[in-house]
């Protein structure tokens, strides 16, 4: 698997608790690299444009994307596709995300790939 980050070169702050959003990133990024089975790119990306008053995160692969009857149910607790699965992972992810105001948005192609899109209001 090919990491590919692209990262401001300024410093961009942003009002988060640092060990949550590890956990955040962590899931995201292990995700990515279960859906990619067969070796694939896995991009990391942070940016201010897409939304005023926000930072951008993103993590995208280009694994076996999602289905749709699996999509609506992502984020459900204990809901899982996998044998080793607990179905926490994105459940965890989403309740952080909304306890730093933001949003996450899925963007997914069976086949394809995935990018989980995360909006966190940015600091001063």
Do not use: W
């Not at 044998?83 to 997914?108: D, P, W, Y």
């Amino acid at each position: 698997i090919r990491v590919v980050e692209n990262l401001p070169s300024d410093t961009i702050d942003i009002p988060i608790d640092p060990d949550r959003f590890a956990q955040v990133l962590i899931n995201l990024c292990l995700n990515a690299i279960e859906a990619m089975e067969k070796g694939g790119t896995m991009s990391v990306d942070l940016f201010r444009e897409e939304k005023p008053g926000f930072v951008t995160i993103s993590v995208t692969d280009t694994g076996r994307g999602i289905e749709d009857e699996v999509l609506e149910h992502i984020f459900d607790p204990y809901f899982t596709t996998r044998q080793s699965g607990t179905g926490l992972g994105l459940a965890i992810v989403h309740k952080i995300i909304e306890l730093h105001n933001g949003e996450i948005k899925v963007e997914t192609m069976p086949g394809k790939g995935t990018r989980f899109t995360l909006l966190i209001p940015a600091g001063e």
